[in-house]
């Protein structure tokens, strides 16, 4: 079971965005051959509107994460765009590259969703009730996603089953960019109304309710359940659930001491 601490400010932190990055309900989304790329660190309020669009969005990417003083990917978008701003998305698929998290999102919609740009008349309420939500994810140090620590850089990316406003995730995405650990994030949006609310509830009001949602099946057909956060390490041959056991797996697999 998570600390109750940690567990009580990713809730905060999700409340403060109005659970945005939950629910993908009968996307219209054109999945993309290649995976999508995208650049950002877990702190960043502009990084944290990419990823709530491409939860709701349906769209799974490649995480490459780039927390302040980190060293393995920051390089590349220095040397892709020539500078190093977060996020930024590489498509693979139509050669497009975004800075810009407001033009990232519009693309994202319209090249994949079907839909129209968003409107941007709130754009400035939306970053600053994320940025109120990286406060609540403080430690003794700094803001958790925010700066890197020494890690050994896996073979392979990892693979990780979230969706963006999920407490139990949160902290394990907040580890793999410390660590900067690559990751293919597998979005496990919530596909119907009923699904919304605890497990718990869910269970309760809707026992009978069937699974619906492009990776919510995928993890059923694998596992037998439906659960986040579900990471895979083919570097070790490592599957599992619970937020705790995963952190303690990437700490002792990936991380370094810190002299």
């Known amino acids: 079971m998570p600390n109750p601490l940690v567990l009580t400010s990713s809730l905060v932190a999700s409340s403060l965005r109005g659970w945005r990055g939950t629910a993908a309900f009968r996307p219209r989304t054109v999945q993309p051959e290649q995976?999508?790329?995208?650049?950002?660190?877990?702190?960043?309020?502009?990084?944290?509107?990419?990823?709530?669009?491409?939860?709701?969005?349906?769209?799974?990417?490649?995480?490459?994460?780039?927390?302040?003083?980190?060293?393995?990917f920051r390089p590349e978008v220095q040397a892709r765009g020539g500078k190093q701003q977060f996020p930024y998305l590489v498509d693979p698929n139509s050669g497009r590259e975004l800075y810009e998290s407001a033009d990232i999102i519009d693309y994202l919609r319209a090249n994949y969703g079907?839909?129209?740009?968003?409107?941007?008349?709130?754009?400035?309420?939306?970053v600053g009730s994320a940025f109120l939500a990286a406060c609540a994810r403080t430690n003794l140090r700094s803001f958790r996603g925010y700066s890197a620590r020494p890690s050994r850089a896996p073979a392979q990316p990892l693979e990780l089953y979230s969706f963006e406003s999920s407490p139990y995730s949160r902290p394990v995405r907040e580890l793999l960019c410390e660590l900067?650990?690559?990751?293919?994030?597998?979005?496990?949006?919530?596909?119907?109304?009923?699904?919304?609310?605890?497990?718990?509830?869910?269970?309760?009001?809707?026992?009978?309710?069937?699974?619906?949602?492009?990776?919510?099946?995928?993890?059923?057909?694998?596992?037998?359940?439906?659960?986040?956060?579900?990471?895979?390490?083919?570097?070790?041959?490592?599957?599992m659930y619970e937020s705790d056991d995963i952190i303690r797996y990437l700490k002792r697999q990936y991380g370094v001491a810190e002299i």
Do not use: H
């Not at 609310?197 to 619906?212: I, N, Q, T």
């Open 180 to 239: 900067e650990l690559p990751y293919l994030l597998r979005n496990t949006a919530k596909a119907r109304w009923e699904d919304m609310g605890p497990p718990s509830l869910r269970r309760k009001l809707f026992p009978d309710l069937p699974v619906e949602g492009r990776n919510r099946l995928r993890l059923l057909e694998l596992t037998g359940r439906v659960q986040v956060p579900y990471l895979v390490d083919a570097n070790t041959g490592t599957a």
């Open 35 to 72: 995976p999508l790329r995208l650049y950002e660190y877990e702190a960043s309020p502009y990084c944290r509107l990419v990823r709530e669009a491409l939860t709701e969005l349906d769209l799974d990417a490649l995480i490459l994460p780039c927390p302040q003083g980190g060293s393995r």
């Open 114 to 126: 079907g839909r129209a740009p968003a409107s941007r008349s709130l754009r400035g309420v939306a």
